[in-house]
């Protein structure tokens, strides 16, 4: 197991595709710098910086007696900081800064009307000290932990029915320092559900911008029954063999906007979730209205944007746009089964460039994985109106993969102007399809007979919606903090 992510975890392809890596990620990572640029700002003993609301009044967690020596335990500094400054919240809200340093931590809570705003060279690391996380209930769209059958740990930074809450800086790291929990989780001795580096419940107005998330325990950043989400120029970095590392899972959200992030991870780099058989079913709150744009994904063993599998209570409403995937198992995949019930539709995806791919289109019915005995075999899933357009891949294993269920056909999948290069040693059949129903146009390699050509003048068939969605019209307000 490799203890924590370096450039070495990125498994070993041919020159020409690392020099190709190498363009990318360079114009990626000049992208996200003049996006930070934009952002944030030093002008003489201040800091500028955009956010969906500012902040009257402002401390420093050294104010509360934290200590970023890596070695203190400041657990108790940030509750007493965030608890301080929530009697703000009425009265223009507060900013908690976190200076140069490495804080260590345990978890603590958040509170409305409240920014965390990280120096470049703030680390916030999570303690090793298992015995010190507290355990809270399965999540109830779940019913069950994900790792054991009870509770789970609180994750690292954590709130719940909040409203106006923003995570931002100079991309400062919150660092999981998961090796410990990934050992545990591998040697079957965890009594809990591992921790996610943020996680924040029933709230509205979110934003988290301009930070580092590396080495989680396990998912990174995970809202949850909430809305109008701002995710913008994140990092995530986790090893590739790392379990479970999700990069962005939103979950029963709505109105989600994520944008110029760039994600290496052990799982997919963004899952999005509605809860799992039964209890998503009972609770019953889909993931709708949701943008993805400019991502780049590394993800040798899952996908650049995975639906599912916990889709129980619906997906519906996704755009995704400006995708790059490189060495990734599956750009789109739509993973389901019997027992899931829910529905994945009105999926709207276009402009993917992707390059090392296993496959380019996935659509997996026979997902397993339940949460308990007690799954419903009547629950199908309903997939339908699915869109893909604009794509270019090279070196893929194979195109596509789309497998629905026997008596419940996935239907309505468009697949247009896509030209997927296949590598040397290929599959001698691209595209395997059963119990699906779609058409195609100007697709290279010719596409199974499920998915019939509808000839070069529908070439643009393929939908994506033109109006825009309330995240997106979203102002960003200029904010400051002034150094002491």
Same mark, same amino acid.
């Given at each position: 197991m490799q203890c924590c992510y370096n450039t070495k975890t990125i498994p070993h392809i041919q020159m020409r595709d690392m020099i190709w890596l190498f363009v990318v990620v360079a114009t990626v990572v000049g992208s996200m710098t003049q996006v930070e640029g934009r952002n944030v700002k030093f002008i003489e003993g201040s800091l500028e910086y955009t956010a969906i609301n500012c902040r009257s009044h402002s401390a420093s967690i050294t104010d509360f007696g934290g200590v970023g020596d890596g070695k203190t335990l400041n657990t108790r500094a940030f509750q007493e900081a965030v608890n301080t400054l929530s009697q703000y919240g009425s009265d223009g809200g507060a900013q908690l800064y976190v200076p140069a340093g490495q804080w260590l931590t345990g978890s603590f809570n958040l509170t409305s009307h409240f920014t965390l705003f990280l120096h470049k060279d703030a680390t916030i690391l999570a303690s090793q000290d298992i015995n010190t996380w507290p355990v809270i209930d399965p999540l109830p769209s779940y019913g069950h932990g994900r790792d054991a059958a009870g509770g789970r740990y609180i994750s690292l930074i954590f709130g719940t029915n909040l409203t106006d809450v923003i995570i931002t800086g100079e991309n400062g790291t919150i660092n999981g320092q998961g090796l410990l929990w990934w050992q545990k989780f591998h040697g079957k001795k965890l009594k809990y559900t591992r921790p996610y580096l943020f996680e924040i419940l029933y709230s509205d107005t979110i934003q988290v911008s301009n930070v580092t998330f590396l080495n989680s325990p396990s998912w990174n950043v995970h809202p949850v029954y909430s809305s109008n989400i701002l995710l913008q120029g994140i990092t995530i970095l986790a090893p590739i063999q790392s379990p479970n590392t999700d990069g962005i899972n939103p979950d029963s959200c709505s109105n989600t906007r994520i944008e110029d992030s760039y994600i290496v991870s052990g799982d997919d780099c963004v899952a999005v979730k509605s809860g799992w058989d039964e209890y998503g079913i009972s609770y019953g709150m889909p993931t709708q209205h949701l943008i993805i744009k400019r991502l780049t994904c590394i993800s040798p063993y899952s996908a650049a944007i995975a639906l599912g599998s916990?889709?129980?209570?619906?997906?519906?409403?996704?755009?995704?746009?400006?995708?790059?995937?490189?060495? =990734?198992?599956?750009?789109?995949?739509?993973? =389901?089964?019997?027992?899931?019930?829910?529905?994945?539709?009105?999926?709207?995806?276009?402009?993917?460039?992707?390059? /090392?791919?296993?496959?380019?289109?996935?659509? /997996?019915?026979?997902?397993?994985?339940?949460?308990? =005995?007690?799954?419903?075999?009547?629950?199908?899933?309903?997939?339908?109106?699915?869109?893909?357009?604009? *794509?270019?891949?090279?070196?893929? =294993?194979?195109?596509?993969?789309?497998?629905? *269920?026997?008596?419940?056909?996935?239907t309505g999948i468009c697949i247009s102007n896509a030209t997927i290069g296949m590598r040397v040693k290929a599959k001698k059949v691209p595209w395997t399809c059963s119990d699906v129903e779609g058409v195609t146009s100007g697709v290279v390699p010719k596409p199974c007979d499920l998915l019939p050509d509808q000839g070069p003048e529908k070439i643009e068939m393929c939908t994506f919606p033109q109006e825009k969605l309330d995240i997106e019209n979203i102002e960003l307000k200029k904010c400051s903090y002034v150094m002491s």
């Open positions: 916990e889709m129980s209570g619906g997906i519906q409403d996704v755009r995704a746009e400006d995708i790059v995937a490189i060495n =990734t198992e599956s750009a789109v995949r739509i993973k =389901t089964g019997v027992g899931r019930g829910g529905f994945v539709k009105d999926i709207f995806v276009k402009g993917m460039t992707l390059h /090392t791919m296993k496959w380019v289109f996935w659509i /997996t019915g026979n997902y397993g994985s339940h949460a308990d =005995t007690h799954w419903d075999p009547k629950a199908i899933p309903v997939i339908q109106n699915i869109n893909y357009r604009d *794509i270019v891949a090279e070196n893929v =294993t194979m195109a596509a993969r789309l497998e629905g *269920i026997s008596g419940d056909t996935f």
